[in-house]
């Protein structure tokens, strides 16, 4: 008999990918790590369906660990072609903003404080 603590990796983060013109915008909401990184990663490639232009919203993300700053260094790859990009929303009280700041992720993908300044730097 197996006894599992805590909710599904599913359960952890939560993604929601809305159009705003030819700009998807992922939130990412709860926890980012190594349990589901994946499953994350798969809910946003598909939710972005052929955007190459892509902000990723951290506002709500409470926890992110190198599995999930791998996730973010992937998708900015993928999206790296012609006509792509990928910018990242951290606001100034993001709880993973010093994460985010001591991997040096921000010196590969440009970070805004808001949704907005990303559209506008996308479009």
Do not use: F
């Not at 190594?34 to 369906?49: P, W």
């Not at 260094?73 to 985010?100: E, I, N, Y």
């Amino acid at each position: 008999m197996s006894e599992r603590e805590g909710p599904a990796p599913e359960e952890l983060a939560r993604v929601a990918v809305e159009r705003h013109g030819p700009v998807a915008v992922a939130r990412l909401a709860g926890e980012l790590d190594l349990s589901n990184a994946t499953v994350v990663e798969d809910q946003v490639t598909r939710g972005l369906g052929g955007s190459t232009s892509v902000a990723i919203d951290l506002a709500g993300l409470r926890y992110l660990d190198s599995a999930g700053l791998a996730l973010l260094s992937r998708l900015a790859a993928r999206l790296a072609g012609p006509g792509g990009a990928l910018r990242l929303v951290v606001p100034p009280d993001a709880v993973v903003r010093r994460a985010l700041w001591i991997s040096g992720l921000p010196e590969a993908i440009p970070v805004d404080e808001t949704v907005e300044a990303a559209l506008a730097a996308l479009r």
